[in-house]
Each structure stands twice: as structure tokens, then as C-alpha cells.
């Protein structure tokens, strides 16, 4: 059989998917080909052109048999079209044998459509080669299917590159991305997403070189440089540009998901604006995740209004995720009853975090049956926050037994919180082993106050070097407690320095002071205490005073008392009582002493003995012995 040439083989591009049909037959017809860019599709061109091909078929024209055939084909008419591509096919043309392939496979006859794709690709229809090889593909015949898919690609066929690739890629073929690249260079948008995909997971496998993981977006960066891949091939640089390169032709074309994929690579970098415009255009699309997106990008530049309609267009398609920024945003509004609503819908969409809100949200309102039961539900799907959260609402009820194995799978599922939380559970045993360990789990993975746990141990056991470096990491962590003991490690190395000399230049800050003074400035009343000493020791009495009278106001009894002293010092006698009171009355038998002193000066005998019992029963022993003294003292005077 001899078959025609060029002209209508154009037409074996034509698409002839009918709208509506939905099954996997009428993805083939669709793969066939793209609209031939070479015809004028207009309604009084179309017509011109039918009735012209329409005579020269009647008088025998295969040519024209195949154009015309085509032409109804493409217009939905199968019982028009039929009769004019057999005829064709009958005069040896291959377009018609691949359309008539087309029409069969609609008519639901995919093994006669097949013989006809063979009858096309044999004679070297890329077309029919593609729809041959996906026709195999379908009745699990892989060798088959990848013999006349390589036929079509290595043809040139976009289509055909592309079905390959995805045949190669399922079955963990390294030629995959050859064909991708093939396919997204002729203009196909899901090819380059594909192969920007895979890309961008080549260039950042931390297995495969020196790269790094953004686990906050799921984007990563790679370090510049060649590695070695795991197909022993190289990876080059400047791999994440080019995925990104795909990323932004893919999304040109129209493919929302490489648009909300540029859009999270642009946020990434901080490129907000662009970020916006492509989460937007993926959004208008239909892409959920992007109007989610969109949403947060919104909310974070401060327009809370319209992050909001994207959230709830963004839920409405069964964004699980929206579902749940929009009850957080409704909860901060006090509107619990639209929050809750908002939680059960994001749990309906799949999403566990909505039963977990759904459960911080009843705790917040003391329904802790509702809570827990909400709790529950999300740790038993895997939540490991659900899972903590519901391990502390039975410790708080007295079911240690029943916490302890909801904190252990919190734990061995990544909660630090939970970690911690062992370590606290353990230690109220006096199982101080155990709780170290779960301390230093939680302290390795930043926990704060897991940190200073582990480093008061460490002091405790004398290992003053780690202590120092968890006390470090804690205080670093904003823990007041980790940068007063901190401080004072650092401080018993210094060396004793005397009182300050007249006219001597002051001396600059130690680290251990400023570690005082952070642990001060956040209202840790023995840093401020300590602060204040310091302060004194450089003669700096003002600033001694402030600190001073902090921490006194705070309740600190030593405060209160050094305060004192300062006053007194400076003549504020009459104040310099008060503060000693306040310190005598909270358990400073060093104030009471003072004051015993100060109403003796002044001959108030009974009231000097009254102090002077106080610091008796107070002490320290010194303090005691000399109150005991002036006591007796006192009391000869009184009875002279």
C-alpha cells in the first residue's frame, strides 16, 4: 500500500477530544495531537474549506477524502466523518488510518482503533505511534507500549516524548528526564513542570550532595558545585535556576500548579510581590492551594479582609488548610461558633490539624470532655501535638498511666514539647535518669527549658563545661533562669577585684554582667539583685539603686534589704526602715536585725527587743548570736 504524502498527514495533528467524554479513550484521541496552526479555524473559512474538499471527495480526491474526514471528525460528526476516512485509508493515506483510529477508539472499539495506529505508525505517523503505544500502555503492555512510544518521541512528537517519559519514570528509568526535556522544549506545559520537578528534587536530594532542606516551605537550595547523583551522572550547577527556569515556562503556560510552585520559590526568597502575582493567577485557575497561599501572603502583609475570601474560596474547594486559617481567624475574633465550624470542615476535608484546633479550642473554653475527645481523635490519626495536648489533659486529671504512653508516642513521632514533658513526668518520680534523657532529646532539638534541665543537672553533677554549654543554648533561648546561672558560673571564675579606686577609669562590662543583666531585664529577681551588687561594686549607686528597688518591688526580700543599706548609706534613713520592714516581715533576719539596731539608736527599747526576737527566730546563726546580744542587752537597760 502506498501512502500519501505531507498534506494530509497535517491533519493527523488534529484534536478531536469531544468535550464532555471523560473515559480513558477519549485521553488517547486527546494525546493524538495538537490543532494544526496552519489552518484557519473560522467559521466562514471552515465552511469554504468543507464544501471545497467535500467536492474534489465526491469526485475521488483521497486527499480531500482525508481532509474532510478529519474535519468532521474534529467537529464531533463520527457517522459523517467515517465513511471519507475509510475511503481514504483505502488509497493508501495515513492520516486517515490514525484518524479513523480516532474514531474507532470513540465508537469504543479500541482494538480495531488499534490496528488502524499500527496501520499509521508502520508507515511513520508519530501520532498514531503515540496513540498505539498508550493503547498498549492501558492493556499493561509496557515492552510494547515503550517500543512505539520511542517511535513517536524519537520523531519528534511532544506527545509522544511525553507519554514516554512518564512510561520510564514509573518504572525508575533514568532516561525520563531526557524525554521530559524533549517534550517540554516543544511547548509541553505538564513536561516541564515534570522535569522542573524533577530537577529541582536531583539538584537537592541531601543523599546526593552537599545541599539543604527548607523543612518550613519544602523548597530546597543547593550549594554551589557539581555532585554526583544517584544515577552516577553529574548534577550541574546551577540545577535549582534551571528548575525554576521550567517552573516559569510551565506556569506561563497555564499550569496552575507550576504557578503555585513558582509562587512558593519567589515567597521563599522573599520576593513577595512576583510571589503574589503567580499564587494569584494559580488561584484564578482553580488551584486551592494557591488561593490558600494567597491568603497568608495577605494575612502577613496586613490586609486581613481579603486574606480571608481567599481562605474561604480556598475551603470551599476542600482546602483542609484554609479551612483551618479561617477558624483561626474567626477564634481571634471571639467568634467560636463560626471558628468551630470552620475546625469540623477542615477535618472533613482531611486535614487532622482541624480536629487539634478543635480541641484547643474547647480547652480554651474549659470543655475539656469535648477537648479531649477532640484530642484523641486527632492523635489516633497521628497528630503528634493532639497527642501531647491529650497526654497533659490526663496528667492534669491525675491519669499519669494513661499520659505517659500518649507523651511516649508524641515523643518518638518528633514532639519536643512531649519529650520535655517525659522528662518532667519521669523526674516527679525521682527517676532522674530516665528524665536526662528525655531532657537531652528535647534539649538536642532546641527545647529551652529542656536546655536548662540538662545544664543543672550538669552542675549538679559538677560538669561545669557542659552546663555552661546547655545554660548557653538556654539562655540563648530567652530562659531568664538559664542566663542567671549562666552568669553565675561565669562569675565564680572571675577573679576577686577590691573596691574601686578614687579617680580609677570604670571598668567596662564582663559578659557575666551582661548575662545578669539580660536575666535581670526579664524580671529574674536575683539577677536583679545580683545586677545591683555589681553595680554598687563599681560605685555606679544609681544604677545599684534602680536595680535595687526593681527587685524589692518585685518582692525580693534581699533586694529590699540592699536597698536599704544603699539608703541608709546615703542618709535616707527614715526610707532605708521601710524596705528593711518590708524585708523583716518576708523572712530577712538580717533586716530585722537592722531595724532592732535603728530602734535602739533611738531608744525604743521594746521595739528594738521585738526586732531583735524576730531575728532570733530568723538567723542566719551569726545574725541570731548577735540579736540574741543586743536582746539581752536591751533588756538589762530596760530593767536598770
Known amino acids: 500500500m502506498v501512502f500519501m504524502g505531507d498534506r494530509a498527514t497535517l491533519l493527523e495533528t488534529g484534536r478531536f477530544v469531544q468535550r464532555h467524554a471523560r473515559n480513558a479513550a477519549d485521553e488517547i484521541i486527546e494525546a493524538a495531537g495538537a490543532v494544526d496552526e496552519a489552518v484557519d479555524t473560522t467559521a466562514d473559512h471552515e465552511a469554504e474549506t468543507e464544501a471545497r474538499h467535500r467536492r474534489a471527495a465526491e469526485s475521488g480526491d483521497a486527499a480531500a477524502m482525508s481532509v474532510l474526514g478529519a474535519l468532521l471528525l474534529r467537529r464531533g460528526d463520527l457517522d459523517g466523518a467515517e465513511p471519507y476516512l475509510r475511503g481514504a485509508t483505502a488509497e493508501g493515506d495515513r492520516a486517515a488510518a490514525n484518524n479513523l483510529g480516532v474514531l474507532l477508539h470513540q465508537r469504543g472499539y479500541p482494538d480495531e482503533a488499534a490496528g488502524w495506529w499500527r496501520v499509521a505508525a508502520v508507515a511513520g505517523s508519530a501520532p498514531a505511534a503515540h496513540a498505539l503505544g498508550r493503547h498498549h500502555r492501558e492493556r499493561g503492555d509496557e515492552p510494547g507500549a515503550e517500543y512505539w512510544l520511542r517511535q513517536s518521541a524519537e520523531q ?10 512518564d512510561l520510564l519514570e514509573h518504572r525508575s528509568d533514568v532516561g525520563a528526564e531526557r524525554w521530559l526535556r524533549a517534550a ?3 511547548g509541553h506545559r505538564e513536561a516541564a513542570y515534570r522535569l522542573a520537578l524533577a530537577l529541582e528534587r536531583r539538584a537537592t536530594e541531601p543523599a546526593r550532595g552537599p545541599h539543604t532542606y527548607d523543612t518550613a516551605t519544602g523548597l530546597r537550595t543547593a550549594a554551589d558545585g557539581a555532585a554526583p547523583a544517584g544515577d552516577g551522572t553529574a548534577v550541574p550547577k546551577g540545577g535549582l535556576a534551571e528548575a525554576e527556569q521550567w517552573f516559569r515556562q510551565a506556569a506561563a503556560r497555564g499550569h496552575r500548579r507550576a504557578a503555585l510552585h513558582l509562587g512558593a520559590l519567589l515567597e521563599k526568597r522573599g520576593e513577595l510581590k512576583e510571589a503574589g502575582r503567580w499564587y494569584l493567577t494559580s488561584a484564578k485557575d482553580g488551584e486551592a492551594k494557591a488561593a490558600c497561599a494567597l491568603g497568608f501572603l495577605l494575612r502577613d502583609a496586613g490586609d486581613e479582609e481579603s486574606a480571608a475570601v481567599w481562605w474561604l474560596r480556598a475551603a470551599q474547594d476542600g482546602d483542609g488548610n484554609a479551612a483551618n486559617a479561617l477558624g483561626a481567624l474567626h477564634a481571634a475574633r471571639g467568634e467560636q461558633q463560626t471558628a468551630e465550624r470552620w475546625y469540623r470542615a477542615a477535618m472533613d476535608a482531611g486535614d487532622v490539624n482541624g480536629a487539634y484546633n478543635l480541641g484547643l479550642l474547647c480547652a480554651a473554653q474549659e470543655r475539656t470532655a469535648q477537648a479531649e475527645q477532640w484530642y484523641r481523635r486527632a492523635a489516633y490519626a497521628g497528630h503528634r501535638e493532639a497527642a501531647n495536648a491529650l497526654a497533659v489533659l490526663l496528667l492534669q486529671a491525675g491519669d499519669a498511666g494513661g499520659a505517659e504512653p500518649w507523651f511516649s508516642k508524641a515523643a518518638e513521632a518528633g514532639s519536643v514539647d512531649a519529650a520535655f514533658n517525659l522528662g518532667i513526668l519521669h523526674a516527679g518520680r525521682d527517676d532522674d535518669r530516665t528524665a536526662l534523657t528525655w531532657y537531652e532529646r528535647a534539649a538536642a532539638a532546641g527545647h529551652t527549658e529542656a536546655a536548662l534541665q540538662v545544664g543543672i543537672a550538669c552542675l549538679r553533677d559538677g560538669d561545669e563545661q557542659s552546663a555552661e554549654r546547655y545554660l548557653r543554648c538556654a539562655a540563648g533561648g530567652g530562659s531568664a533562669e538559664a542566663a542567671f546561672r549562666l552568669a553565675s558560673v561565669l562569675d565564680a571564675r572571675r577573679p576577686a577585684s577590691g573596691p574601686p579606686e578614687l579617680g ?34 563599681r560605685g555606679d549607686v544609681a544604677e545599684a539603686a534602680r536595680w535595687y528597688r526593681e527587685a524589692a518591688e518585685a518582692g525580693s526580700r534581699n533586694g529590699a534589704f540592699n536597698l536599704g543599706l544603699l539608703l541608709a548609706r546615703e542618709g535616707g534613713e527614715r526610707e532605708a526602715a521601710l524596705w528593711w520592714t518590708r524585708a523583716a516581715h ?30 532570733v527566730e530568723l538567723g542566719p546563726a551569726e545574725v541570731a548570736e548577735r540579736a540574741a546580744r543586743l536582746s539581752e542587752a536591751l533588756h538589762q537597760e530596760l530593767t536598770a
Do not use: D, I, N
Open 156 to 165: 519528534g512528537h511532544a506527545l509522544g516524548a511525553y507519554a514516554l517519559a
Open 184 to 186: 517540554a522544549e516543544q
Open 504 to 537: 580609677a577609669p570604670r571598668e567596662e562590662k564582663s559578659e557575666c554582667e551582661e548575662w545578669y543583666e539580660r536575666a535581670a531585664q526579664q524580671g529574674h529577681r536575683r539577677a536583679q539583685v545580683r545586677v545591683g551588687m555589681l553595680a554598687a561594686a
Open 586 to 615: 518576708a523572712g530577712h533576719g538580717r533586716a530585722a536585725l537592722r531595724l532592732a539596731l535603728l530602734a535602739a539608736r533611738r531608744g525604743e527599747l521594746t521595739e528594738g527587743r521585738r526586732w531583735c526576737a524576730r531575728a
